[in-house]
């Protein structure tokens, strides 16, 4: 989670680090493709590029081409609806992750918006998490990853 809220290292240890928290083979290919669409998106892994990248030219969600500003929502949203049921820290980690792909402005003044960004994710998260039916976010996480990689090729 302190990766992602400072933006800070490779992209690869936050990929992997969601990848545990999600704890199932289908979430942790959807962090893969979620990390292969960021690093599509952005030319770099590095969440420093990624957060400069949005520091200088806005948030993700709403710069670049339609395809690119959806592939940064299909990616966060893919990561909040892989949550495993009931897991109140998988929801955090998802939704720090989440926050920093749709909002993630480097430097200090930053810092609010992907927390702010980051809080809406994880309530997301934690509500999506109290599913019952847990296949059905699990494939539907996975097809928006594939979504996102397709959108920001």
Request: charged share 5%; hydrophobic share 70%.
């Amino acid at each position: 989670m302190a990766v992602a809220v400072v933006a800070r290292g490779p992209g690869a240890v936050l990929a992997v680090l969601v990848a545990i928290v999600l704890a199932a083979p289908i979430g942790v290919v959807t962090a893969a493709l979620v990390a292969v669409a960021t690093w599509l998106r952005w030319g770099s892994t590095w969440l420093v590029a990624v957060s400069g990248a949005q520091a200088v030219l806005g948030p993700a969600v709403v710069v670049g081409p339609a395809s690119a500003a959806a592939s940064s929502w299909l990616a966060a949203t893919a990561l909040v609806v892989a949550v495993p049921g009931g897991s109140a820290v998988a929801a955090l980690a998802t939704g720090t992750a989440a926050g920093l792909l749709v909002a993630g402005p480097a430097g200090v003044s930053g810092i609010p918006l992907r927390v702010a960004a980051a809080v809406v994710a994880t309530l997301v998260a934690l509500g999506v998490g109290r599913l019952r039916w847990r296949r059905v976010p699990a494939l539907l996480a996975l097809l928006l990853a594939a979504g996102a990689v397709g959108l920001a090729a």
